[in-house]
């Protein structure tokens, strides 16, 4: 069932011109020579009405209205086999604080007689499909759609996975609007699947880390082809869709922008490179204000997930005597890292702090080495 209504957390307030209200009265009529039988009628001041401020239109990507009503998780978020319904949320949520899962799996409000979901599936914005993949068994994501949101800033991507099938004529290009039906909740996935008791829609919200992801997959030797192209999720950084939901429901998402600027630095980095990655070319409101005169890299601020939140310039005696292409770990939060123990972001070597496993990674990306 590919028709139902969704349910927008937040409308988008009208960004019309500005009104002009022209008020007129009738002067009554008055005695003597000269004077006209009727009153003339006076035009009253053309006043300007400001438009309101924008918000972002953001839409519930599944028609369960449990967390605008604000209820318990248990009323919309699917768990793993545990049982654990937070097992279900975004961060290192699985197998004790040990395990990340990048999204949020919403479970379905409708089932047939089969016990097959039954729950549309909706784009969250505005914006324009990127990704369509159809195979139910070629990926941990089984069947998924990428969208990408150009009207925001930044313009993040969002994913849909597990999909039991997609909109017909859904294809690379395709401009959606916020709401609009594009696929039906499911339970695909590599391997056996899913069980569909536990069917879901997998969801995220994020950024795009790399063009040149293709040639950097190929490089690792990962000994299988890259069909999902600059959308393998390898590619994709997820930051909690709860972030900007719940921003949303009280009315005060004027931008994405917001949450990256809230969320804080789990760790700063520095890297010794003056180029400008593709990631800010697509993402500049994340660059803050440049340093005056020549710069020699970058200053950037982290999330405990590995999202590049902040980029900054530094001055340029702050890399004098630095390698090309070096990084530095210049600050960690260690209570933000401890609380997410599924991403490797900081590790020791003789006592000075550097960049893990998953942190590495991502600098890779950005920086392509």
Request: overall charge positive.
């Amino acid at each position: 069932m590919l028709g139902a209504e969704p349910h927008r957390v937040t409308r988008r307030a009208g960004l019309g011109a500005l009104a002009l209200v022209c008020v007129s009265a009738l002067v009554g009529c008055r005695d003597g020579a000269g004077e006209e039988a009727m009153g003339k009628a006076r035009v009253g001041v053309v006043k300007p009405v400001a438009a309101a401020p924008r918000r972002v239109e953001l839409v519930w990507p599944t028609p369960n209205r449990a967390y605008a009503e604000g209820r318990d998780i248990v009323a919309f978020i699917q768990p793993t086999a545990s049982g654990v319904a937070t097992s279900g949320l975004f961060g290192s949520v699985r197998s004790g604080g040990r395990q990340f899962h990048e999204g949020l799996d919403l479970l379905p409000v409708e089932r047939d007689r089969a016990g097959e979901p039954l729950d549309p599936v909706f784009a969250a914005m505005a914006g324009v499909v990127r990704h369509v993949y159809r195979k139910a068994g070629g990926s941990n994501y089984g069947r998924y759609i990428v969208l990408e949101h150009p009207a925001e800033s930044p313009p993040v991507y969002t994913l849909y996975a597990h999909l039991a099938e997609v909109a017909p004529g859904l294809t690379p290009g395709t401009v959606v609007t916020a709401g609009q039906t594009i696929a039906r909740m499911g339970h695909s996935s590599s391997g056996e699947g899913i069980p569909k008791d536990r069917a879901h829609l997998h969801f995220e919200i994020g950024v795009r880390v790399s063009d040149e992801f293709d040639g950097w997959y190929r490089g690792r030797g990962f000994g299988s082809p890259n069909e999902q192209g600059l959308f393998n999720g390898m590619n994709l950084l997820g930051l909690d869709p709860l972030e900007f939901f719940a921003r949303s429901r009280t009315g005060g998402l004027a931008s994405l922008d917001l949450v990256f600027k809230a969320l804080p630095a789990a760790v700063r980095v520095r890297v010794a490179s003056p180029e400008v990655p593709d990631f800010l070319r697509r993402y500049p409101s994340l660059q803050e204000k440049a340093a005056a005169g020549v710069t020699g890299g970058w200053e950037i601020d982290f999330s405990a997930t590995a999202v590049p939140l902040r980029w900054r310039r530094p001055n340029g005696e702050t890399f004098s005597g630095w390698r090309r292409g070096e990084a530095r770990v210049v600050f960690q939060d260690e209570a933000l890292l401890a609380a997410n123990r599924g991403r490797d972001l900081v590790d020791k070597r003789r006592g000075v702090a550097v960049a893990g496993e998953d942190l590495a990674a991502v600098l890779g990306l950005l920086f392509v080495r």
